[in-house]
C-alpha cells in the first residue's frame, strides 16, 4: 500500500481510538468504584453532543463569531451539563440499585440510555435527522505527499490525549484520585475511614461523564456530523473495548480502544464493502472474549465462597 | 371431586374476565377508551396480586395444570372467533401469541438459568429469515421450514454460547449485545439477504392448504385469513408454555435454579453447570427461532429493521414487566406492551420512551415485575386444608 494512504489510515485509526478510549475509560471507572456498567454512558456521549450543538446554535444567534469563545463556550456547556447528569444517574439511579443483583443496573441503565436517545430524537427539533456538526477549529491541511494532515484532527488527538492523561493524575495523584481508589478498593474500610462514598461515587460518574461528553464533542468536531443513535455504536464500542482491555483497569480501556480502532480500520482496508468493519470489528471481539474471558489485562479476581 | 369443580369454576371466571378484556382492548377504538382499559388492567394485576382472590385462581390453575391450558387456548380462540372479520385485531392476536413463545424462551435463559441474552430480536431474525430463504428457494413443506428455522436459530445460540460459558454477568451480556448489533448490520450490509429492503416471505401452506386465503364457514360467514395463523401460532405458544413449565416444575427446573443463585454452590454440588447453561440458550433460541418462522410468513414481508437492539430490550422488558421467570406473567405483559401502542396512536411514536421509563420505574420499586415470580412449591400436591 502506498505509505501516504497507509499514513491517512493510521491517523483515523488513532482518531477514532482516541474517541473510543475517552469512552472506555469512563466504563472502566464506573465498574472500578461500584462494581457496575453504566449503559447508558454512550448515550452521554451523544447527550453531550447535542448540548454542544443548542449551546453553539443560541450563541450563534445572540450574534457571536468568534471561534474560539464559541468552541469553550460549547465544551463547557456540554462538559458542565453531562457531569451533572452523570451524578443524578449514580445518585437517582445507580446508588439505589446497588444492593440489587448486578444485572438490574445494566438493565435500569441500558433502558436510560433507550430513554435519553428517544428523547432527542423526539423533543430535539427535527432530532431524527442527522445534524451537522459546525467546524470550530482551524481546519489548514498540510500535505506530506499523499498525506494530508489536518490541524483540526492533530489538535483532537492532543486534546484526546491530554484529557485521557489528565484523568490518570488526578486518579493516581490527587487526595480525591486516592479517595476514588481507596472505593474501588474496599467500599465499607473506604467508608470507616471516614470517605464520603456517596460523594466519592458521584464525583466519579460525573468525571467520567464529561470525559463522555468530550468525546461526544470531538466525535462532532471530527465528523461534523452528529445523530441521535450514535450513542448506542459509541456505548457497544466503549464497552467491549473496557472489557477486552480488562474492567476496571485504566491502562485496558486504552489499549481497548486503540485496539477496536484498529480492528475496524483493518476491517475497512480488508474488506471491498466498508460497512462490514463492525461486523468484523464485534466478530472479534467476541472471539477475543472467548480467548481471554476478563480481557486482555485481565481483572483481579477472587471469589469469596 | 367437587373441590375439583370448584377449581374449574374459578378459572373458568378468570379466564372469561380476560377473554372480555382482550376481546374489548382489540376492539375498541376510542383513544380514551383503551386508555382507560390498559391503565385499568394495570391496577387490577396490582390489586390481584397477594389477595385471596388472586391466589384462589393462581391455586386453582395450579391444581390441574393441562385443563388450564386447554381452557386458556379455547379462551384465545373463543375471542378469535369473535374477531373474525377484523384482520388486524387477529394479526395483533397472532403477534402476541407469537411473542409470548419468544418471551418464553427469554424466560428459560433469563429468568430459569440466569444467563442474559440482549439478542432476542437477533435471534428472532434468524428464524425469520432462515424460513424466508428456505420457504422461497427449497420444495421443504412449510412445517419442516418452521423446525428448521427454529434449529438454525438454536446452532447459531449454540456456537455464542463457547464465549459465553467462558465468561460471567457484564462480559456475556457484552457478547449477546455485540451478536445482536452485529446480526443487524451483517444483515443490511449483505445483498444477497435483501440488504435494508429485506426479503418477501411465502405464506404457509399446510398439506396443500393454503393460510393465506380466507376461511369460509358458511356461505355469507368468512373470515379473515389471520385466523389461521392465529391458531398455528397460539399452538405454538401453548406448546412452549407447557414445556416451559413442565422444564421449571422438574428436576431440570431445580438445577436451573441452582445454577441461576449460585453458580460456585450448585458446581461444588456436583451440577454441570456449563450443560445446563446450554439447554437453557439452546432451548429458548429454538423457541425465538420458530415464532420467527411463522412471523416472518404471516406478515408476508421481513427486514433488518425489524431486528434492532431496541427491539431486544422490548422482549426483555416484556419479561421483566411480567415477572422474571414467571411464565404467566409474560401473557399479559405482551398483550399491554405490543399492543398499546398499535391502539393507542398518541404513544405509537413515543412507545420505546415510554418502555423505557416504565421498566426504569419497575427495577427501581418493583423489581419483582407485575406477577412475581413464586418460590418453588416442593410439595405440589399438597392442599391447604
Known sequence: MDPGLAGQYLLNGLMLGVIYAMVAVGFTLFFGVLDVIKFSHGDVVMAGAFVGLATFIGLRDLGIVSSLALLLAVSTAALISMALLGALIARFLVLPLRTAPPLNTLLVTLMLGLALREAVRLFYPNGSNPKPFPRLLPAEAYSFGSFTLRLDSALLLATGLLAIVLVHLLINKTRLGLAIRAVAQDPETAKVMGIDFERVVMITFAIGSALAALAGITNGLYYNEINFGMGLLLGVIGFSAAVVGGLGNIYGAIIGGFLFAGLQTVGAVWFSVPAYKDVFAFAAVILLMAWKPTGLIAEKSAERV | ?385
Open chain 2, 1 to 385: 371431586m367437587r373441590e375439583g369443580y370448584k377449581d374449574a369454576a374459578c378459572v373458568v371466571l378468570a379466564l372469561a374476565a380476560c377473554a372480555v378484556f382482550t376481546y374489548l382492548f382489540l376492539e375498541i377504538e376510542q383513544q380514551w377508551e383503551v386508555a382507560a382499559l390498559a391503565i385499568g388492567a394495570l391496577a387490577v394485576m396490582l390489586v390481584m396480586r397477594g389477595r385471596a382472590i388472586g391466589t384462589r385462581v393462581e391455586r386453582s390453575a395450579a391444581a390441574s395444570p393441562r385443563t388450564a391450558v386447554v381452557m386458556t387456548m379455547i379462551a384465545v380462540l373463543i375471542v378469535a372467533a369473535a374477531l373474525h372479520e377484523s384482520h388486524f385485531a387477529l394479526l395483533m392476536l397472532a403477534t402476541v401469541a407469537l411473542f409470548v413463545t419468544v418471551c418464553l424462551g427469554l424466560t428459560i435463559q433469563f429468568g430459569y438459568a440466569g444467563i442474559v441474552n440482549f439478542a432476542g430480536a437477533a435471534f428472532f431474525g434468524i428464524g425469520c429469515y432462515t424460513t424466508a430463504v428456505l420457504a422461497a428457494h427449497t420444495p421443504l413443506p412449510h412445517i419442516a421450514v418452521i423446525a428448521a428455522s427454529g434449529l438454525t436459530a438454536a446452532l447459531i445460540g449454540s456456537i455464542l454460547i463457547l464465549p459465553i460459558l467462558r465468561t460471567r454477568g457484564h462480559y456475556a451480556a457484552l457478547i449477546t449485545i455485540a451478536f445482536g448489533i452485529l446480526f443487524k448490520t451483517f444483515l443490511e450490509v449483505n445483498d444477497i439477504l435483501g440488504g435494508p429492503q429485506g426479503l418477501k416471505v411465502p405464506g404457509m401452506t399446510l398439506f396443500g392448504w393454503s393460510f393465506n386465503e380466507p376461511v369460509r364457514i358458511t356461505d355469507n360467514i368468512e373470515a379473515s385469513f389471520y385466523i389461521n395463523y392465529v391458531v398455528l401460532a397460539v399452538a405454538l405458544a401453548a406448546s412452549a408454555f407447557v414445556i416451559a413449565k413442565r422444564l421449571e416444575r422438574s428436576w431440570i427446573g431445580l438445577n436451573f435454579d441452582a445454577v441461576r443463585l449460585d453458580e460456585t454452590a450448585a458446581s461444588v454440588f456436583g451440577i454441570g453447570v456449563a450443560r445446563w447453561k446450554i439447554l437453557a440458550f439452546t432451548l429458548g433460541n429454538f423457541f425465538t427461532g420458530t415464532a420467527g418462522a411463522v412471523y416472518a410468513m404471516m406478515t408476508g414481508f421481513i427486514a433488518p429493521n425489524s431486528f434492532t437492539f431496541g427491539d431486544s430490550l422490548i422482549l426483555v422488558s416484556i419479561v421483566i414487566l411480567g415477572g422474571l421467570g414467571n411464565a404467566v406473567g409474560v401473557i399479559p405483559a405482551a398483550l399491554l406492551l405490543l399492543v398499546l401502542p398499535e391502539k393507542l396512536q398518541v404513544i405509537q411514536e413515543y412507545r420505546f420512551l415510554l418502555y423505557a421509563v416504565l421498566v426504569i420505574l419497575i427495577l427501581l420499586y418493583r423489581p419483582e415485575g407485575l406477577l412475581p415470580r413464586r418460590l418453588r412449591d416442593y410439595f405440589p400436591n399438597r392442599r391447604n386444608a
